[in-house]
Each structure stands twice: as structure tokens, then as C-alpha cells.
T-cell receptor, first 114, second 114 residues
Framework: ETGVTQSPTHLIKTRGQQVTLRCSSQSGHNTVSWYQQALGQGPQFIFQYYREEENGRGNFPPRFSGLQFPNYSSELNVNALELDDSALYLC?????????????FGPGTRLTVL | QKEVEQNSGPLSVPEGAIASLNCTYSDRVSQSFFWYRQYSGKSPELIMSIYSNGDKEDGRFTAQLNKASQYVSLLIRDSQPSDSATYLCAVNGKYGGSQGNLIFGKGTKLSVKP
């Protein structure tokens, strides 16, 4: 167990709806990264939050947005859901240092878009 | 476009044998390298991190890094059926040498036969 928690575990939505996924980082960690993992693929970076600000973004459209709160927990919001958004959404937390950047993953949220 | 390449497998080895997993990466300035294990339906679990050329050993696992050849490998000694999983190679990405997103390969599926 990494100490990173995510909710909900599973979610079923219909196309066009909006969804919010939540992540609590491991104690002592100040950085949260979100990844999307489609079936049979490696995780793809969505964005990262550090000190409540977006600190880098992958190749995802603006309908993917996020927040980080003062306690370092984070939300991922996806608007106007599309069928291709069906995937495992992973949150990873880390402690930002100048040397190491090891990221620890939560259990993930399985999103199905019908 | 920075890439991480892995043989998708499946790689099948008998119990007790050495499993060798390989990964190449395209960005010469990458500094941090990680191996994650992912069981079916679960999230990635960190096995090893490596930052310097050479070998790093942790129990039955040895990570090897060759920056000149842009090559990372993971050896699993005395393979057990419980090692059967998908192994993901990850390299630090765009946003800085020590902290940033991870770029993942598609993973190599390992099957250890009793």
C-alpha cells in the first residue's frame, strides 16, 4: 500500500456528461500527477500539480482540468465525456526534491463511458 | 516526441529462471528511470528506480542502466509465479531533470510457469 487513495473505485457515465475524480496524496508528499491508462497501454501523463498550481500538462484537451488543495489532495475533472475517455485514471503522489522524483500510484478509478 | 519502447511480450519463463526485461528510450537527457509492476486490474507498483549507469540490486531484482546506449533493463532472478504481471518501464519526461511527468512504455507481460 502506498498511502495514496482515490475515489470512486469505479464509475459509469454516459457520453456528454461530466465527471470528478478525487485523490489524496501520501502523507508528506506535495506533488500530484494524473495519468490515463487505456487497456493494453502504458499510463499517459495528463497533468501535474505542485503548490496548488498546474506544473506541466500532457497532450490532453482543455476539457481535462484539475485542482490541488492546500492539503495536497487533488481533483481531476473531465467535461463533455467521450467514449474514448473510458480508461483507468491513476493518481500518483511524490515529494518534489532536487534529486529524486519517485511517484507512487493510488489504486486508480475505472471510468466507463457509454 | 519522447518515447519509451518495450517488447510487449508475452515473455514466458519457467519458475526459478531469470527473466530479462528490456527498455529503450529516445531522450538522451533523461535522468530518472523506473520499473513498475502492474497486476491485471491493479495500479502500477514501484519496483526499482535507477539514476546512474551500472547495476542496482534489490533482493531478486536488478536494474541496469546504460545511458550511452539509452537502455534500461530489469532482471528478475529465481522467478516465481507471483512475478507474473506486466512490467512498465518509465523515464522522467519534459518538465525538468528531477521532477516531472513520467513517460511509460506499453509494458512487457511476463508469465512465469510453475
Amino acid at each position: 500500500e502506498t498511502g495514496v487513495t482515490q475515489s470512486p473505485t469505479h464509475l459509469i457515465k454516459t457520453r456528454g456528461q461530466q465527471v470528478t475524480l478525487r485523490c489524496s496524496s501520501q502523507s508528506g508528499h506535495n506533488t500530484v500527477s494524473w495519468y490515463q491508462q487505456a487497456l493494453g497501454q502504458g499510463p499517459q501523463f495528463i497533468f501535474q500539480y505542485y503548490r496548488e498550481e498546474e506544473n506541466g500538462r500532457g497532450n490532453f484537451p482543455p476539457r481535462f482540468s484539475g485542482l490541488q488543495f492546500p492539503n495536497y489532495s487533488s481533483e481531476l475533472n473531465v467535461n463533455a465525456l467521450e467514449l474514448d475517455d473510458s480508461a483507468l485514471y491513476l493518481c500518483a503522489s511524490s515529494w518534489r526534491t532536487s534529486v529524486t522524483d519517485t511517484q507512487y500510484f493510488g489504486p486508480g478509478t475505472r471510468l466507463t463511458v457509454l | 516526441q519522447k518515447e519509451v519502447e518495450q517488447n510487449s511480450g508475452p515473455l514466458s519463463v519457467p519458475e526459478g529462471a531469470i527473466a530479462s526485461l528490456n527498455c529503450t528510450y529516445s531522450d538522451r537527457v533523461s535522468q530518472s528511470f523506473f520499473w513498475y509492476r502492474q497486476y491485471s486490474g491493479k495500479s502500477p507498483e514501484l519496483i526499482m528506480s535507477i539514476y546512474s549507469n551500472g547495476d542496482k540490486e534489490d533482493g531478486r531484482f536488478t536494474a541496469q542502466l546504460n545511458k550511452a546506449s539509452q537502455y534500461v533493463s530489469l532482471l528478475i532472478r529465481d522467478s516465481q509465479p507471483s512475478d507474473s504481471a506486466t512490467y512498465l518501464c518509465a523515464v522522467n519526461g519534459k518538465y525538468g531533470g528531477s521532477q516531472g511527468n513520467l513517460i511509460f512504455g506499453k509494458g512487457t507481460k511476463l508469465s512465469v510457469k510453475p
